[in-house]
Structure formats: structure tokens, C-alpha cells
């Protein structure tokens, strides 16, 4: 059987190279980075080699940099220590943020009283930039913007610079989830006034289980995670070296590779919106996932003509035929609920109807695209979908 990933929105295969990496760490450098021994030292060195390395990606401060077990901890570390430790009293997000600070922010909202409100979308799902400075300019407290750069379900991006401008002018703190973005945009922090960021190393080719937070200097957050001294007693517990070490790798080669990588999985996506809207007849496109200016180039996510009675077999038998995506509509069997983030922007109709994101890498092929375009229409003629 063909197998096909278009999956690498949830996680991206990694790099030979960081494979090699992680297995040569693991093989010499096992000493713990807290030991005083030249074990420890030799690791904790490598620990170090690694924040630096990444810290100058962002221009920042190595100090700057705090590794965690992926996007959910930084999110959480930031979040909560915002509320507990610095006072916020109020955060502002949007209804189609990721999980991982939407559910924080609802748990801070019964746990500690917070105050929070969601700023309005516009056309296709995109944030208001008016309705946000008309939130920041009331005064209700100590406030936190917490709005992610690239989502994970349509690809919409923010405007990070103009965000991070506005908040600076209204006093109020700001958080983005950058998960979808590090790895694949250059974001430089000295000139983006951000408050906090966060990463997860497999969203770019890199290992599960790492990730950092970048927390702006002298910020005042504190540990959630209490134990040991680790990581400038910000999150305590020993440091994964060897998937550190392949998660500053991974950052490397990303960066490295950014401008040739970008323009062919570009041209990748390009191709894969024209033959599914020359093949597939009433298809249509979520959120602003289909203009590069607004969205991010490594996903599609795609509506398509398929009744809502046969709607729950199509991610089945995609998966029969070797393809992987991702679900991400209301109708889909075993979504809770369906997609949060559609809900917010689909009208009643396309609810029903499946959604799917196809996620793109350089490791992907224009030969891939054929054959899924191929398989969607099998499908038609087969009576799954309605052309």
C-alpha cells in the first residue's frame, strides 16, 4: 500500500541529521547537566551550547531561553505564572486558540477569578485589530494578550509586531503560542516587543518531548514545576540533553534551510489547491488557508462536497488508502464536538460537511498530491461525494 504523510501540522518526521545527533548524545554525553563531575560538566555544556545556539536564532539572550517538554508546558509555565505571580487580572485571547491556553485560560478563569475576553474575528477567522486595541485601551487591571501567530487547524496568521506594538502602548503583557511558526518564519524578539513565546521541537523536524519557552528578562514569572534548581530555577526536573540536543539541531537545519524549503513547499501547496479545485467540484478552503499574504505555507485545510451521512467514512478510508491527515469539522466521528476553531467560522452548512487539513514538508512530493487528488476522486465516482 501507498502511504502518504500530509500530516506534519501535528508533527513533522525528523531530520536524519537530528536522528544522528540525539543518538550520539545519548551514546556520550549521559552524565547529568547537574553533576560537578566532567560527566555533568560535559553536559551541562552541550545544555548550554544548545540555549545559545537557539537564543541567536531569536536574537535574544541565552537566558532567555528556558527548555520545557513542548508547546503545552511553555504555554502553561507562561500562563499561569502570569496570574499567580505577576498580578494579571484580565487576558485576552480569541475562541480559536489551541487547546493548550484555551483550556488554561478556562481553568485560570474558575481557579483565579481572571476576567477573560475574546477578541472578535473577522473575514475568515482572522482577528479584528480594532476590536483588540478598543479591548487594551479599557482599563481593567493588570491585562495579558495571549493570540497565537500561525493556527494549527486554517494556517491564519497575526500580525506578531503590530500585536506586540499595541499591547506595549496599552501597558498589557503579551503571549503568542508560536508553535506553528518557529522553525518555519524568522521572528526576531529585540525587534518584535513580545513578552513570551513558546516552541515544540517536533513541529520542526525535531524530537517529541522538547521544547523551550522564551520569556522576555526580568519578566518576574516563576516555576510550576517545583524540585531542583534547573533550567535558572524556572522549571525544575533533570534536562532532556540528548533531545535538546536534537531539538537545537533540528532549529539549525530549519533556519538554514528556510529560504529553499519555503519556496518549494510554496509551489507544493500551490499545486495541491490547483488539482484539487480543477478535480474536485465544490470544494472550498477554511479560514485563509488559501492566500499565502494571510496564511501560513505549509497547510491547506479543505472543505469538500461529501453528504453528512458519508462524511464519517471519508477519514477512514483515506487511512485505507495509505493517507494521513487531519480531521476538522463537526461532523467527524470521535471530535468531541468537532473542530472549536470551524465552529467559529464555518457556516451551519459546511459544518456538516468534512473538513480536512492537509499539512506539507520538503519531504513531500508533487507525485504524493496526484495520487490524494486521485483518491478524493475514486471517492466521487464511488458515490461517497457529492460533486
Known sequence: MKKVYFDSAATTKPREEVINCITEVLRTEYGNPSSTHSYGRSSKSLLENARK????????????????????????????????????????????????????????????????????????????????????????????????????????????????????????????????????????????????????????????????????????????????????????????????????????????????????????????????SQNIPGVKFNGGCDDNTKSTYTLLNVCLPISPEKAMLLLFQLDLKGIACSKGSACQSGSEGGSHVLRQILSEEDLGKPSIRFSFSSFNKKEEVDYVVEVLKEFIDEGIMTP
Not at 501567530?149 to 498589557?172: R, S
Not at 519557552?213 to 532532556?240: C, D, P, V, W, Y
Not at 529553499?260 to 488539482?275: P, S
Request: with cysteine; net charge negative; glycine share 8%.
Open 53 to 276: 545556539n537557539i537564543a541567536k536564532l531569536f536574537n535574544v539572550s541565552a537566558s532567555e531561553i528556558i527548555f520545557t517538554s513542548g508547546g503545552t508546558e511553555a504555554d502553561n509555565l507562561i500562563l499561569i505564572s502570569a496570574v499567580r505571580d505577576l498580578g494579571v487580572k484580565r487576558i485576552i485571547s480569541s475562541k480559536i486558540e489551541h487547546h493548550a491556553v484555551l483550556h488554561t485560560l478556562e481553568w485560570l478563569e474558575n481557579e483565579y477569578n481572571v476576567t477573560l475576553e475574546f477578541v472578535n474575528l473577522g473575514d475568515c477567522g482572522h482577528i479584528d485589530y480594532e476590536h483588540l486595541e478598543k479591548l487594551l485601551s479599557a482599563t481593567s487591571g493588570k491585562t495579558l494578550v495571549s493570540l497565537m501567530h500561525i493556527n494549527n487547524e486554517v494556517g491564519n496568521m497575526l500580525d506578531l509586531k503590530k500585536v506586540a506594538l499595541l499591547c506595549k502602548e496599552n501597558d498589557a503583557l503579551f503571549h503568542s503560542d508560536t508553535v506553528q511558526s518557529i522553525g518555519h518564519f524568522e521572528l526576531d524578539f529585540k525587534e518584535i516587543p513580545i513578552d513570551f513565546a513558546t516552541a515544540a521541537a517536533h513541529k520542526f523536524h525535531g524530537p517529541k518531548g522538547a521544547g523551550f519557552a522564551f520569556i522576555r528578562k526580568n519578566s518576574g514569572l516563576r516555576s510550576s514545576i517545583h524540585g531542583g534548581a534547573q533550567e535558572r530555577g524556572m522549571r525544575a526536573g533533570t534536562e532532556a540533553v540528548y533531545a535538546i540536543a536534537g531539538m537545537a539541531e533540528a532549529l539549525r537545519l530549519s533556519y538554514q534551510n528556510l529560504d529553499d524549503e519555503r519556496a518549494y513547499i510554496t509551489e507544493l501547496k500551490q499545486y495541491f489547491k490547483e488539482q484539487i
